[in-house]
Nanobody
Framework: VQLQASGGGLVQPGGSLRLSCAVSGSAFSTTHVGWHRQAPGKQRELVAYITGGGTTTYVDSVKGRFAISRDNAKNTVYLQMNSLKPEDTAVYYC?????????WGKGTQVTVSS
């Protein structure tokens, strides 16, 4: 299973970005996918998660601002990030859980700064 994350960049506070995670090598519709982030000097944290059936969960700090979704036809999971804050600055990683194993993609940098 391979994952390719993209869509990071530099954005001003209050702005938006959409991250994409393309997954290959699994039966995508049965693959659960999570977005994690790691800021400098901090532990990696789970930000949002979507099951194969489309059930979603979010960490409290992003509820109402971020939305995770999936397009099974494109084997891709998205993370729409709105109202971005400087504290959202981090490297964002996607993780796929498939038949009891976890797979990670390379991260994409998100920087929120004026």
């Amino acid at each position: 299973v391979q994952l390719q994350a993209s869509g990071g960049g530099l954005v001003q506070p209050g702005g938006s970005l959409r991250l994409s995670c393309a997954v290959s090598g699994s039966a995508f519709s049965t693959t659960h996918v999570g977005w994690h982030r790691q800021a400098p000097g901090k532990q990696r944290e789970l930000v949002a998660y979507i099951t194969g059936g489309g059930t979603t969960t979010y960490v409290d700090s992003v509820k109402g601002r971020f939305a995770i979704s999936r397009d099974n036809a494109k084997n891709t999971v998205y993370l729409q990030m709105n109202s971005l804050k400087p504290e959202d600055t981090a490297v964002y990683y996607c993780r796929a859980s498939y038949y009891g194993r976890d797979y990670w993609g390379k991260g994409t940098q998100v920087t929120v700064s004026s």
